[in-house]
Every structure is written in C-alpha cells, then in structure tokens.
C-alpha cells in the first residue's frame, strides 16, 4: 500500500495544478457586469424605424422582411422560339440535299413581383423579352400563365399580369430615404432556387454602370450587398419592414456569379414606370432639354471656377428644351430637383424619369455663387407637352403585338402603298402560334387592305374566328400569310 502513495501524490499534485491552470486560461470568465444604463440612441425618419447608428441598428432578425415579402416574389419562366436547320451534314454533302428549316424551343428564368392584389407583375425586360410563353408560379407553387403589358428597355423594366384576384402584394418604400449602410433584402429565385433570400446592406447610391443598351438609358442604381444571382433578376430588393425598395437587375462580376455587387433600380423610378405601362401601355419620358451635363467634383469646380462642390454642371443646353425657357442657362449648376438634392448626373436622370411631360418641377440652381429657384415645365422629346396616345389594349396584350403607322418614305422603299408595321412582340398569341417576327409590314387582314395601326386594331376588335396577316419583310419580295384564331 505505502509502496503507491508517491505515485498517488504526484497525481494529486498534478491535477490541482491542471484545474489551476484551466480556472486561469481556459475557463469563461463568470464575471457578471452590471447592465449600462438604457441611453436614448440618435434616430432618423425613414422607410423603417431603426436606429441610424450602434449596435442596436442591427437587426435581430429578418423575419417581417421575409413574412411579407416572400409571398409576393414569384418564378417566371420565359418560352422563346429559337429558328434552327437541321438535316445530316454527310448526306447534305452528298446529295445536296438542303437543310430544312426547324424550331427549338429555348427556356430561361427570372423573377417577379406582384406589386398589386389584381395580378400586376414588375420584372426585368432582359426576363421577359422575346418571350413567346411565360409561365408564372407563386410562392405557394400555383401555377399561371402570363400575358405582357409593356416592356421599358430605357430602364430594363417590363410589366406583365396574371388572370384573378387578391394576389399576394407587395408595398412600395421611399427610395430617395434610403442612405448607404441600411440593412436591406433580396427575394429572389436564383439558380432556379425557388423562394431564396439573402441579407446585406446599400452599399452605394445613385450607380451608373453604363450596362443598359439603350439610347435613353436611365440608370441610377441601387448598389448592395446582398448576394443576388442569375434568376434573381426581377426581385425584389426590401426594406426591414417588407416594402419594395427595388427590383434587382444587375450583378458586377467578373464569373457571372456573384462578387459582392449587386444593383437595384429604386423603387420610386419603378413605381413610375409601372404606372404609365398600366395607363398608356408605354412610358411618357419627360425631358429636361439639357443636351450635356456633368457630375462636379473638386477638379471639375476648380477647373470651371465655381464655389460650389457639389451638384450637376450644365454644359450644353437646348433653347427649345423647358429648362431653358424657364430660365436656366449653360454654366448653371443643378442643386436640387423637385425638392430632392442632386449630386450625380445619374440621380438627375432619375429624377426626370419618374415625371412626365408637362410636369412642373421646382428646381434649385447655383449661379455666379448665388442659388436661385426655378420652376421648370418639362417637355417630350419633341418639345411639347403632350402625352403619348394609349398604344396597347386587352387585345393586343393577348396577342403580344405592338402596330405602327408606315410613313410615305417608308412605303415607297418598299415598294408599297400601304401598311402597317409589326413594331414589337410580346409574350403573346402571336409568337405562341405562329412564326411571325418583328418588322413584318401587315398589308392585308383576311383580304382586305389596311393602311394604318388604328384601322388594323379596329378590324381586329371586330373580328371572331381564323384571322390571316398576309404582308412582307423588309428586303424580300415574297408576300407571307401568318394565320391564328381570336
């Protein structure tokens, strides 16, 4: 017995040195500190109410910015129509036997959101574009087909509407409140991952990426950091307490996936944008009449000898335009538009989007060092103030068509006398049933000569059962008959 009691020691020893050691470096400390003091924390008014700085500003979850949102983000998938030959190469070769001509059908994917209980779905264009079918499924896997209202190229902004009633929807924020560092969502189906969101923050405002290829191109993103993938296109970016701040577009990557930029346009330009799709079946731009402007800095305000730092330089401006017959002159510098300040170009572009012609707007101009008011009326691009005509009803959303009048130059290239033009096509009848393209000159319906868009409409609206376009491309001298039924 005795001959085991140094070993016995030498362990005991042993383990109060090791519960020393761990009480002194391992353990968590059980220090209890007393709560500080609740201390009121600096806010501001926003499209949500959460503190503006601390650590209270973050939030302790995105629950309500998922409850309401994710019912209201829905999957598109878009049918196009792809042209193909097809044939044996090695019998070709042979024989000589000619390819013959076929079709495949292409599939792609995006997102939606319903922004109305009536079935009004705001997307991308570059989702919806060339569609001959889209198909619609819901946050609870219910299953739609939709028809097109209009497409914005300007703003890669497209409105389509699905058939019922008391739809989920979603509410619109105030885009112009929302400042870099709020916590922010994105819903979305990326990957074809139905129903996803992912958190981040605005990481930027008011992005110009120059990725739009349109001649009007309006961008003035909404930059975040919320992971936003192919298929999240035509999602929804959301505030903190589930309103739509923007639909996401764009990505910055140098893969294809996504790099940690992403961009959304700003809800107030989509609410806009859906408005006169749903009103005029196209968007009424505004103009300011300013031919060139550009962004100051302290190398622009120093080279033109300005005071001010901050705002937009007019360098070219139209007499024709409103800004100039309001008062406005080149060498003025843009402060605020319609009672919103402006620092970048991209903003003003924004800004007179979301008006349109004959709109007056107050705007607040730096001259020779001294700031003035002004109240501008905005114009079309013609000069005027009136508004497009109404382009597009029922019907032709069901058919996926635009018409436009052909002028006598027009006509006399052709060698025509008459017709009119196949300007655009939508997801439609059209496409789904026939093989009909874009710019095929209408010259005859069921026989009968038409000689403008109204006239074409107006036969349709009236017409009941198989209906046949007989017409000729541009370049061609071979008339084509394309049939369907209203």
């Keep these: 017995m005795k001959k085991y009691l140094p070993q016995t020691f030498i362990s005991l020893v042993l383990t109060i040195a090791l519960l020393w050691a761990y009480n002194e470096w391992a353990a ?8 500080p003091e609740a201390q009121p924390l600096a806010t501001r008014a926003s499209f949500f109410d959460a503190p503006a700085h601390g650590p209270a500003s973050i939030p302790a979850d995105f629950h309500l910015a998922a409850d309401v949102s994710m019912p209201a983000v829905v999957h598109i998938k878009s049918s196009q129509k792809i042209a193909s030959s097809y044939g044996d190469p090695f019998f070709d070769m042979l024989f000589g036997t000619p390819k013959r001509a076929g079709e495949l059908q292409n ?3 995006g997102s939606g959101v319903i922004i109305s209980s009536d079935g009004y779905i705001v997307t991308n264009n570059h989702v919806i574009k ?3 079918a889209l198909e619609v499924t819901l946050f609870d896997n219910r299953t739609f087909t939709a028809t097109v209202v209009g497409t914005d190229p300007s703003t890669d902004l497209g409105l389509i509407k699905l058939e019922g ?3 989920p929807s979603i509410d619109y924020a105030n885009s112009d409140q929302a400042l870099v560092g709020d916590w922010v969502l994105a819903v979305g189906n990326p990957f074809n991952l139905a129903s996803t969101a992912t ?4 990481s930027a405002i008011g992005r110009n990426l120059e990725i739009i290829k349109d001649r009007m191109a309006i961008e003035s993103f909404i930059q975040t950091d919320a992971a936003v993938n192919p298929g999240n296109s035509g999602g929804a970016l959301v505030t903190l307490d589930g309103r739509l701040l923007g639909v996401n577009t764009a990505i910055a990557s140098p893969t294809g996936a996504y790099a940690g930029y992403a961009f959304a346009v700003p809800s107030n330009l989509v609410r806009k944008v859906v408005e006169d799709l749903k009103d005029y079946g196209t968007v009424q731009r505004a103009f300011l009449g300013v031919s060139r402007v550009t962004t100051l800095n302290p190398d622009v305000a120093k080279e033109k000898n300005l005071s001010v730092k901050e705002g937009v330089f007019i360098d070219q401006i139209s007499e024709e335009g409103g800004a100039y017959k309001s008062g406005i002159r080149e060498g003025d510098v843009i402060i605020s538009f319609g009672d919103v300040p402006v620092k970048h170009e991209s903003k003003l572009l924004e800004l007179v989007a979301r008006h349109r012609p004959g709109d007056r707007v107050p705007m607040t101009v730096n001259r020779a ?10 114009t079309n691009q013609q000069g005027t103030t009136e508004l497009m005509a109404a382009s597009r009803n029922e019907l032709l959303n069901r058919l996926g068509v635009e018409f436009r009048d052909l002028n006598e130059a027009e006509l ?4 025509l006398k008459s017709g009119v033009l196949v300007s655009r096509l939508y997801a439609g009848q059209l496409r789904q049933t026939t093989d009909i393209r874009e710019n095929f000159i209408v010259v005859q319906c069921n026989g009968k000569p038409v000689d403008n868009a109204v006239e074409t409409i107006e036969f349709l609206e009236k017409t009941s059962g198989k209906v046949v376009f007989t017409g000729i491309y541009p370049g061609s001298t071979r008339f084509t008959n394309y049939e369907f039924q209203l």
Excluded: E, H, M
Aim: no cysteine.
């Design 199 to 202: 958190a981040g923050i605005v």
């Design 369 to 378: 060092g001294k700031y003035q008011n002004f109240t501008i009326t905005l």
């Design 130 to 132: 060339d569609a001959a």
């Design 412 to 415: 006399r290239k052709v060698g």
């Design 165 to 167: 009633v008391n739809f």
């Design 28 to 35: 968590p400390s059980q220090t209890i500190a007393a709560a």
């Design 107 to 109: 599939t792609s994917s």
